[in-house]
Each structure stands twice: as structure tokens, then as C-alpha cells.
């Protein structure tokens, strides 16, 4: 299966982790509150599942140990995940969420978490110290699950597909709604999510063979994206459902096949988009409680574009200057277990 770099799929992942960001403290700075901005969780797992699809299937199938997957998979995601929990729980010292906890609760809660686990507290979160990395374990077992379903037949992952949807529907009569994951009794929520997205990525990189066409249009999927995270339609949850099984596959598989004129600003947008998902929980609460801010009590947009601003810088130092030199030298000691395999490519 050959593979290429897919520009307007970086560009989505930057469109998704901006309108996460939107969607939790968009309130507390004057913006327009991104109301559905947790969706963009359904559309990285179905980033993964193509990326993962059209960049490692042949490489499991031809024989890489499972150990040297699962090396594969914590190099691209621990490093950032790491210092997002070493950064909460220095700031669970100060106030920050994870403060609810006593310190015997907040060092079960690094331990379990440092090890991409769910920690045993109180608190209704699987992740104190940085709420947004549930969807990062799941993202794990995925990747646990795709070292055995990368082989499977066509027919296979759907039906995969299938149990995910029918978990979906169920969920949606029983609950009320799909758009859980964080907390332990949202944990079937969050893998139905992964399983259902993940298996339609799968099966979008199998039935694509990589042609494409060069154009302008390649924003419109970035811009549709935006628009789904944006809305606030009187049937939210039934919403929720159409866009997950419906909207965000239609979206990935039209972005396969469009490619910008320019990539730089889609790769960029791809390179800052794990750091800024992965620290922006942390980050801005830092913010928000050292302004005193909240829904009723919110700076200006002016404020709030600084503070982004200087974030995303930071997300691009860390990318360039810690993540990314990380993996770097990761590559070695995984390649070293199998001389003759040729260097891994960074989805």
C-alpha cells in the first residue's frame, strides 16, 4: 500500500483540536462558544484508523512484532502525554483540577495515569490530572486492536463497524446521548466511539487507492468541519449521532482525495494539533484561574486571542524542540530488534 502525507487530513486534525479547545474556554474569553467542539474526538479516531490503515497494515502484515508496534504507537503518543500529566499535577498543588484530591489521591492519580491508566479516585474522571487524555487510552486500545484486525477481511471490519454503531444506538435510546468518554461510567461510551470511527477510517483507507486532485478545494472539508463543531441544533444528541456515523466518514474520505495548493499551513496545523489537544486542559485553566474568569466573568476577546496565540507558539516549540526529537531518537533501539526493517514513518 503506498503511502503519502495527507495534507487535509493535517488540516483537520488542527481544525479539531482548535474547536476543542473553543469548546471548553471559549466562554471564559468572549468567543463564540464552539458548542459541539467535543465531536472532533469521533473525527481524530477516524483519522487514526485511515492513517494507521494506509501507513502500518503492510507493515504488520509483513511480520513487525507486537512489541515493536506498541513501540511504534507510545513514541508517537507518550512523550506529550507525559508532560501533560506531570504538568497537571503540579498544577493540582495549586488549585487546578485534580486539587479535590488528597495528596495520597493525587500520587495514585500520577502513577495510574503516568502509566496511561485510569486512576482508582473519587473523582469521576479516569484522568484527573489532564481530563482530556481518556480519549488518548482509547486511542492505545485501538492500536492494541488494530495489531490483530490490520489482517482482518473487508468484511470483518464492518462488522466491527456494525457492533460499534449498534452501541451507538443503543447508548443514544438508553442514555441519551454519545458525546461521553471522560468519566469511568462513560467508559463504554468512549469505546463504542472509538470502535465505531476507527473501523469506518479502516475501511475508508482500504477502499482508496491514493489518487488525488490539487485544489483550492481542499478547505471546504476544513470549513465543513468547522460549521459541524459550531453548531447547536435543536435535536443535539440525534445531531451528535448523524455527524459521528454520517458526517465525519463522508468528510475524511472527500479529504483523501484533495490535496491544497499550499500545505504548509495544513501541516503546521497538523504539527500543533496533538500538543494543543494534549496540554490545552491544563494550560488555560491555569489561565482562567489565575484571572479569576468563568462564563459570567470572562475577559475580552482581546485577552483571549493573546493567550491562544502565545499557546500555540508554545505547541510549536514543544513539536519541534521535545516531541519530535523524542521520536527521533526512539526510532533506533525499535528498528535496532529488526536490522533489516526500513525506518518508520511518523503518521
Not at 486500545?141 to 484486525?149: A, P
Amino acid at each position: 500500500m503506498v503511502t503519502r502525507r495527507y495534507y487535509t487530513l493535517d488540516g483537520l486534525r488542527g481544525v479539531g483540536a482548535l474547536f476543542v479547545v473553543l469548546h471548553h474556554f471559549a466562554a471564559d474569553f468572549s468567543f463564540a462558544t464552539a458548542v459541539r467542539g467535543y465531536l472532533a474526538v469521533d473525527l481524530f479516531f477516524c483519522l487514526s484508523g485511515f492513517v494507521l490503515t494506509r501507513g502500518y497494515a503492510g507493515k504488520l502484515a509483513n511480520g513487525m512484532a507486537f512489541e515493536q508496534w506498541m513501540g511504534v504507537r507510545l513514541r508517537r503518543l507518550y512523550p506529550l502525554f507525559f508532560l501533560s500529566i506531570v504538568i497537571g499535577f503540579a498544577g493540582a498543588m495549586f488549585g487546578l483540577p485534580g486539587s479535590e484530591l488528597s495528596p495520597v489521591g493525587r500520587l495514585m492519580a500520577l502513577d495510574f495515569n503516568l502509566l496511561m491508566l485510569p486512576a482508582p479516585t473519587a473523582m469521576r474522571a479516569m484522568f484527573p490530572l489532564n481530563f482530556v487524555a481518556w480519549s488518548l487510552l482509547i486511542e492505545m486500545l485501538l492500536s492494541v486492536q488494530f495489531y490483530w484486525t490490520s489482517k482482518l477481511r473487508d468484511r470483518d471490519i464492518w462488522c466491527l463497524l456494525l457492533i460499534g454503531l449498534a452501541g451507538l444506538f443503543t447508548l443514544r435510546v438508553v442514555v441519551g446521548y454519545v458525546s461521553g468518554g471522560y468519566s469511568w461510567h462513560d467508559l463504554p461510551m468512549g469505546l463504542v466511539r472509538g470502535l465505531f470511527s476507527f473501523s469506518a477510517g479502516m475501511l475508508i483507507a482500504r477502499k482508496t487507492d491514493g489518487r488525488h486532485i490539487v485544489s483550492h478545494l481542499a478547505w471546504a472539508p476544513l470549513a465543513a468541519s468547522a460549521l459541524i463543531f459550531a453548531a447547536n441544533p435543536p435535536h443535539g444528541a440525534a445531531y451528535d449521532l448523524a455527524m459521528i456515523i454520517l458526517g465525519f466518514p463522508m468528510i475524511v474520505l472527500a479529504s483523501v482525495h484533495l490535496e491544497p495548493l499550499s500545505p504548509r499551513p495544513f501541516k503546521l496545523a497538523g504539527d500543533l494539533s496533538y500538543p494543543c489537544y494534549a496540554l490545552h486542559w491544563t494550560t488555560f485553566f491555569a489561565v482562567v484561574t489565575i484571572f479569576g474568569l468563568s462564563p459570567e466573568h470572562s475577559a475580552s476577546p482581546l485577552l483571549g486571542a493573546a493567550v491562544l496565540a502565545a499557546f500555540l507558539y508554545a505547541c510549536h516549540w514543544l513539536n519541534v524542540h521535545y516531541d519530535t526529537p523524542l521520536r527521533r531518537q526512539a526510532i533506533g533501539p525499535i528498528r535496532s530488534r529488526n536490522p533489516k526493517a526500513k525506518p518508520e514513518r511518523a503518521e
